[in-house]
């Protein structure tokens, strides 16, 4: 089973950039496909993006299209985000999900995986 750990939250400002990272551990990080969701107290979890197990397919929510870009590097067992013209409306627990039952198809919903991290925050300031 994989353990994932996020990392590289921290409070940016308003059209600012950050570059989460998500390191896996305890199994093959490249059997498994990777996916991104945020969560404030007041929404339910939301899809930010995801990535086929081999990294070639990705997937973004519309609204992060064009500025948020999810990568992995399957020898260092890390998939990332970096999102770029961070939006007031965009401060959340950032999560990293895997799954290895389909890992070659895109997953969307929170559903689609059975592992997740703890998440690691991300305020933006105005």
């Known amino acids: 089973q994989v353990q994932l750990v996020e990392s590289g939250g921290g409070l940016v400002q308003t059209g600012g950039s950050l570059r989460l990272s998500c390191a896996a551990s305890?199994?093959?990080?490249?059997?498994?496909?990777l996916g991104w969701f945020r969560q404030t107290p007041e929404k339910a979890r939301e899809f930010v993006a995801a990535a086929t197990s081999s990294g070639i397919s990705t997937y973004y929510a519309d609204s992060v299209k064009g500025r948020f870009t999810i990568s992995r590097d399957n020898t260092k067992n890390t998939g990332n985000l970096q999102m770029n013209s961070l939006k007031p409306e965009e401060p959340a627990g950032y999560y990293c999900?895997?799954?290895?039952?389909?890992?070659?198809?895109?997953?969307?919903?929170?559903?689609?995986?059975?592992?997740w991290g703890l998440g690691t925050q991300v305020p933006v300031s105005s």
């Open positions: 999900d895997a799954d290895s039952l389909y890992p070659s198809l895109l997953g969307k919903n929170h559903w689609d995986y059975d592992h």
């Open positions: 305890g199994d093959t990080f490249s059997s498994y496909k």
